[in-house]
């Protein structure tokens, strides 16, 4: 009898035991300041997170780095980690559209492996960029800082007119019709020697107001 008491209280207490750690993982839950909802869908995105890395694990131990990389950007962009926006800062006189041609015309828009280097060497290929910075802001846009060329004359060659900067690289095409208030340099590589140009009216500063245009003679002087 004193045996059978015996287990019959043990019973009681591991079955006690039980009860109260279920209960002290409710209470853990209520203090969670989210509906069990989120913490629904919290848990399935651990599972996709954990199911994603177990296949980018398996491919690199399979000697597929490029395949694992791919499906490490699959699932970033499946949770929403992908390019949907892009914000410019730092433009002044330039046309935005061809930046964000550029930002959201890259065949892969994951925000896992979007090639940074890549979109601001596109972005250098623009006249007016001199410098630009690209950076990740998830969960879903990309900024890009830019720096703008300074114009300085309008370059006249082969009937066609430039907006150009100091070191001569061609920013846009001017019309006759809406010539900006600058000088003019005429001739072929004019635009390469504006800077020569320049420390020239710098030594003579009262011609400088009057200056209108110049024309680069014969590939060695104004």
Do not use: C
């Not at 499906?71 to 926006?85: T, Y």
């Not at 930046?99 to 596109?122: H, K």
């Not at 000088?183 to 590589?189: A, E, H, M, R, S």
């Not at 107001?209 to 110049?214: I, Q, R």
């Amino acid at each position: 009898m004193s045996s059978a008491r015996g287990k019959a209280t043990g019973g009681r207490t591991a079955r006690g035991r039980t009860l109260k750690r279920q209960s002290w993982i409710d209470r853990v839950i209520e203090y969670i300041p989210v509906s069990e909802a989120t913490l629904q869908r919290m848990a399935s995105w651990a599972i996709v997170g954990i199911f994603g890395a177990i296949l980018v694990t398996g491919a690199v131990y399979a000697g597929l780095p490029e395949m694992a990389r791919q499906q490490a950007a699959d699932i970033a962009a499946r949770a929403g980690f992908e390019v949907q926006k892009v914000e410019v800062r730092g433009v002044e006189r330039m046309d935005e559209l061809p930046v964000y041609n550029i930002a959201l015309g890259q065949v892969d828009r994951s925000m896992l492996s979007l090639d940074l280097p890549r979109v601001r060497a596109e972005m250098l290929k623009l006249g007016w960029v001199k410098d630009a910075r690209i950076s990740r802001r998830l969960p879903d846009t990309l900024v890009v800082d830019i720096v703008e060329r300074d114009p300085v004359a309008v370059w006249q060659h082969d009937g066609q007119l430039h907006l150009i900067d100091v070191a001569g690289v061609v920013l846009q095409s001017v019309s006759a019709g809406a010539m900006p208030d600058l000088p003019l340099v005429v001739g072929p590589n004019a635009n390469r020697q504006t800077a020569g140009l320049n420390k020239l009216m710098e030594n003579a500063p009262a011609l400088k107001p009057m200056l209108a245009g110049a024309t680069w003679v014969g590939n060695r002087r104004w």
